[in-house]
């Protein structure tokens, strides 16, 4: 069984940090392209970035510069250090795998709150 599981959300004031986990199973890691995606209260889904499977990164221009995407593949876990947070960051945050010729996979978000 497939599994992507976000962890490390909470609740940070504006200005502060967070790094948010996505721990993977039930595929092998080193083959797939990983996704930061958010989706805030009433909003629709939005990717992040990317960390593509020999680690070249992709962001979206919002998140440039203030959050890093990394990945363990000893561990099977991808990162997102999310850093200078403002109250438009607040979203569940949740991570997907894709690989050539399969379907994607998506996890669980964890929810991730900027107050002002």
């Known amino acids: 069984e497939v599994q992507l599981q976000a962890s490390g959300g909470g609740l940070v004031q504006t200005g502060g940090s967070l790094r948010l986990s996505c721990a993977v199973s039930g595929v092998i890691f080193d083959d797939y392209g990983i996704g930061w ?20 990164t992709y962001y979206i221009d919002s998140v440039k510069g203030r959050f890093t995407i990394s990945r363990d593949n000893v561990k099977n ?40």
Do not use: H
């Open 37 to 56: 995606f958010r989706q805030a209260p009433g909003k629709g889904s939005e990717g992040l970035g990317w960390i593509s499977n020999d680690g070249m």
């Open 77 to 116: 876990t991808l990162y997102l250090q999310m850093n200078s947070l403002n109250v438009e960051d607040t979203a569940v945050y949740y991570c997907n795998a894709v690989t050539v010729g399969a379907a994607p996979y998506w996890g669980q978000g964890t929810l991730v709150t900027v107050s002002s």
